[in-house]
């Protein structure tokens, strides 16, 4: 018996799939990059809701956030 040489993916197989376009790629990578963004930002939201809650269920009274203005920064 004869053992047949097998070509590696993507050299003359007939199966293998093309390149993706240059257009297509960019798009698929900037909806990756997003998504990224959303996810972080989401994770953010979450963590301050939870940081509220246990506060709130600690029966503490001033569980708001503290707003620091950047103009009245000591000198």
């Known amino acids: 018996m004869k053992s ?10 007939r199966n293998s799939l093309p390149p993706i376009p240059g257009p297509v790629l960019a798009l698929i990578l900037a909806l990756v990059a997003a998504a ?17 809650e246990d ?6 009274k001033n569980c708001a956030a ?9 000198a």
């Open 55 to 60: 506060c709130a269920l600690a029966h503490r």
């Open 66 to 74: 503290i707003e620091m203005s950047s103009s009245s920064s000591p």
């Open 4 to 13: 047949e040489e097998q070509n590696p993916p993507g050299r003359g197989d």
């Open 36 to 52: 990224l963004v959303l996810g972080y930002l989401l994770l953010n939201k979450l963590a301050d809701i939870s940081r509220d």
